[in-house]
């Protein structure tokens, strides 16, 4: 896979982070997760094929151990706050200075500088910090944040990961690594870069939700079936519309112009009629081989169950029989091969991983039995 051998040190984290971290593993990476000590269950489901190691970073020699382990490694994902990482004595300065080669990648909401470099904060905030929040929801109705995905994984995980991997490409000509900060108000704002650089031709003029692609446009919006699913409809370009118009069996000279504004409102009652009238299915069977770029809103217990996502095997079972997506995006000559065993227990992994970056067995079995690791290995049953 086109990360084959390279050391990831992931520190166990929430949403982004983890996301990070599984993303390089599905493309080939080796990531170990480093857990706390006494800690139940793991938080992190998105687990697929990392390993845990259990260390108890409150004790000096624990801290000591994970710097060995950062030492051996490519890159080091840490999700904490600004400065938690000096205070432990794990800093990009300490680090670096023993690793030149490792990546310490830096994943937080606000930077590692600036008036908030040092707030609490989740998905909402970053979202509302970098502009876009504003733009998000239904005409007179408030801001609405659609899930926590522009900034958790796409201004966060997704964004972190390609920061990892572009290190790395650099480090293949330097030799030397680099720290990755990753701020997730600015990797979603980045994200929503066209929404800056589309101001200029109009695109948002109005107020928020009666534009053309926020759901004001009666050709790009959502509609309720007979059977209450949903279709959603993208029908922006002239002929793609008219194709729309056929689909629903309305006649074009009976309606308002395709771009006359101030008549959307009406149009979306007309098309609200015409969608009620037939379920789902109905409407699948009506526009699918059609350019009128209507699809049915799939929920996640039905995407991979339809035909264009079968025949791509563009979802996944894991071992426990439950399903998520493939990695994405697809390469032809080393395409990413996701594990499909159970998630880790937390320090499942602890002494195989410790002896394969030099602890000795008895080394690994003195810090057991001081707390300063824990060996979780699964036993097997005969």
Same mark, same amino acid.
Not at 104 to 118: D, E, I
Not at 121 to 145: C, T, V
Not at 270 to 280: E, L, V, W
Not at 304 to 321: C, I, T, V
């Given at each position: 896979m086109a990360l084959a051998g #390279?050391?990831? &040190?992931? /520190?166990?984290?929430?949403?982004?982070?983890?996301?990070?971290?599984? &993303?390089? *593993? %599905?493309?080939? *990476?080796?990531?170990i997760r480093v857990d706390k000590t006494k800690v139940a269950m793991a938080m992190d489901t998105q687990a697929r094929g990392k390993q845990s190691v259990a260390i108890n970073l409150k004790?000096?020699?624990?801290?000591? #151990?994970?710097?060995r382990l950062c030492v051996q490694s490519d890159v080091l994902i840490e999700p904490f706050r600004h400065g938690v990482m000096e205070k432990l004595g794990l800093g990009p300065e300490e680090l670096l200075k023993e690793n030149p080669r490792l990546i310490y990648a830096r994943l937080t909401g606000y930077g590692q500088t600036g008036s908030y470099a040092k707030a609490a904060g989740h998905d909402i905030n970053y979202l509302a910090m970098s502009g876009l929040l504003s733009m998000l929801g239904r005409s007179q109705e408030k801001p609405y944040a659609p899930l926590n995905l522009v900034a958790d994984f796409a201004g966060g995980g997704l964004t972190c990961a390609l920061g990892i991997v572009l290190a790395l490409l650099e480090r293949s000509t330097s030799?030397?690594?680099?720290? #990755? %900060?990753?701020?997730? #108000?600015?990797?979603?704002a980045y994200v929503g870069s066209f929404m800056w650089k589309s101001r200029s031709i109009g695109l948002w003029n109005r107020g928020r939700g009666e534009n053309? /692609?926020?759901?004001?446009?009666?050709?790009?919006?959502?509609?309720?079936?007979? =059977?209450?699913?949903?279709?959603?409809?993208?029908? &922006?370009?002239? !002929?793609?519309y008219d194709q729309l118009i056929h689909g629903l069996g309305l006649d074009a000279s009976d309606l308002p112009a !395709?771009?006359? &504004?101030? =008549?959307?409102?009406?149009?979306?009652?007309?098309?609200?009629?015409?969608?009620?009238?037939?379920?789902?299915?109905?409407?699948? !069977? $009506?526009? =699918?081989? +059609?350019?009128a770029c209507v699809t049915p809103v799939l929920s996640l217990d039905d995407v991979s169950s339809h035909p264009h996502n079968q025949q791509r095997g563009s979802f996944l079972r894991d071992a426990q029989g439950?399903?998520? @997506?493939?990695?994405?995006p697809l390469l032809t000559r080393s395409p990413a091969q996701p594990c499909l065993a159970r =998630?880790?227990? $937390?320090?499942?992994? +602890?002494? @195989?991983?410790?002896? %394969?970056?030099?602890? *000795?067995? *008895?080394? $690994?079995? !003195?810090?057991?039995?001081?707390? $300063?690791?824990?060996c979780k290995e699964t036993k097997a049953r005969l």
């Amino acid at each position: 896979m086109a990360l084959a051998g #390279v050391r990831v &040190i992931e /520190l166990a984290g929430l949403a982004p982070a983890p996301f990070c971290g599984m &993303i390089l *593993a %599905d493309f080939g *990476a080796r990531v170990i997760r480093v857990d706390k000590t006494k800690v139940a269950m793991a938080m992190d489901t998105q687990a697929r094929g990392k390993q845990s190691v259990a260390i108890n970073l409150k004790h000096p020699l624990g801290v000591a #151990v994970l710097k060995r382990l950062c030492v051996q490694s490519d890159v080091l994902i840490e999700p904490f706050r600004h400065g938690v990482m000096e205070k432990l004595g794990l800093g990009p300065e300490e680090l670096l200075k023993e690793n030149p080669r490792l990546i310490y990648a830096r994943l937080t909401g606000y930077g590692q500088t600036g008036s908030y470099a040092k707030a609490a904060g989740h998905d909402i905030n970053y979202l509302a910090m970098s502009g876009l929040l504003s733009m998000l929801g239904r005409s007179q109705e408030k801001p609405y944040a659609p899930l926590n995905l522009v900034a958790d994984f796409a201004g966060g995980g997704l964004t972190c990961a390609l920061g990892i991997v572009l290190a790395l490409l650099e480090r293949s000509t330097s030799g030397k690594g680099q720290v #990755v %900060d990753a701020s997730m #108000v600015e990797g979603a704002a980045y994200v929503g870069s066209f929404m800056w650089k589309s101001r200029s031709i109009g695109l948002w003029n109005r107020g928020r939700g009666e534009n053309l /692609l926020d759901s004001g446009a009666p050709f790009y919006e959502t509609y309720r079936t007979s =059977d209450g699913k949903h279709m959603a409809v993208g029908a &922006i370009e002239p !002929q793609f519309y008219d194709q729309l118009i056929h689909g629903l069996g309305l006649d074009a000279s009976d309606l308002p112009a !395709q771009m006359s &504004i101030s =008549d959307w409102p009406e149009m979306k009652e007309t098309f609200t009629r015409a969608f009620g009238s037939k379920t789902q299915a109905e409407w699948g !069977q $009506i526009f =699918d081989g +059609t350019d009128a770029c209507v699809t049915p809103v799939l929920s996640l217990d039905d995407v991979s169950s339809h035909p264009h996502n079968q025949q791509r095997g563009s979802f996944l079972r894991d071992a426990q029989g439950e399903e998520s @997506p493939r990695p994405a995006p697809l390469l032809t000559r080393s395409p990413a091969q996701p594990c499909l065993a159970r =998630d880790p227990f $937390i320090g499942e992994h +602890t002494r @195989p991983v410790l002896h %394969d970056f030099g602890f *000795a067995a *008895a080394e $690994i079995e !003195q810090m057991e039995a001081a707390g $300063i690791v824990e060996c979780k290995e699964t036993k097997a049953r005969l």
